[in-house]
Each structure stands twice: as structure tokens, then as C-alpha cells.
């Protein structure tokens, strides 16, 4: 159960809850309890609904790393955290064209089956490489 001490480290708003004491170096909300550091956004989550299975992770439906509010928190896979957010491996997931303009494909690729490619880039691509490697 999270006490007295916790929660009066909340800023309660009408959306939010932000926590306005210690942040760690990623900007999440830290808390000290039972000897150890930690990410106040879970302890929220755990009070609420329960404990978090290893493998997922809590997220922010906010996007606001400072919030505690339990009903902004959810459970996703690390790779879905990832996507949801607005990084470089989630914008270059959105794009549905290459940098010039043609539309990415996805196949399934022996190394990665997630993988997109644009065939014509891939086709100029190859067809340059033929014609340097015969020059040689």
C-alpha cells in the first residue's frame, strides 16, 4: 500500500498527476522505498491494478512521464512501447513511402519479416552496383 508519503508528492490536476519530486535521469518520477529507488508510475500501477508481469512494461497514454494517474498507465511489450512512442524506430515504422516518395512494401524477409522496402529504389540500387561491379 503506498502511503502518505507517496501521494503528497503528487500534483493531482484535472488530467494529470504529476509527480514533482525526484525524476531519474530519463525523466521518470523516483521514489525511495523499502531501501531501493523506484519508478513511481509503476508503484502507482501496482496499486491499482495488480502486479506487472516481467516482460511488459508500464506506459504513459499521456505521454507524460511525469504523471502517475493510474488511468493513464497501461501494460504493453517493450516493442510496442517503443512503436507508440514518437522515436526514430516509431516514425520509421509510420512511413509508408521511401525518402523519394515511392511506397514501401513489407515481405517476409528471412532476416527480419517486419521488414519494408521500396522495390524500385532496390531495383536502381542493384542494377548500380551490377554496373560498377563489372567496371572493375
Excluded at 6 to 22: A, I, L, R
Amino acid at each position: 500500500m503506498l502511503d502518505e508519503r507517496f501521494w503528497s508528492k503528487v500534483d493531482k490536476t484535472d488530467y494529470c498527476w504529476n509527480w514533482k519530486s525526484s525524476l531519474d535521469e530519463k525523466g521518470y518520477p523516483q521514489f525511495f522505498m523499502d531501501g531501493q529507488c523506484r519508478r513511481a508510475h509503476r508503484l502507482a500501477y501496482k496499486e491499482y491494478f495488480g502486479p506487472i508481469p516481467g516482460e511488459l512494461t508500464v506506459d504513459h497514454i499521456c505521454r507524460n512521464r511525469k504523471c502517475v494517474n493510474p488511468k493513464h498507465l497501461r501494460l504493453l511489450t517493450n516493442k510496442e512501447n517503443i512503436l507508440c512512442g514518437n522515436g526514430s524506430p516509431a516514425q520509421n515504422a509510420r512511413k509508408i513511402v521511401c525518402k523519394r516518395g515511392h511506397i514501401l512494401i513489407s515481405g517476409k524477409f528471412k532476416q527480419n519479416p517486419e521488414w519494408r522496402i521500396c522495390l524500385v529504389c532496390a531495383r536502381e540500387s542493384t542494377k548500380n552496383w551490377l554496373f560498377k561491379a563489372r567496371q572493375r
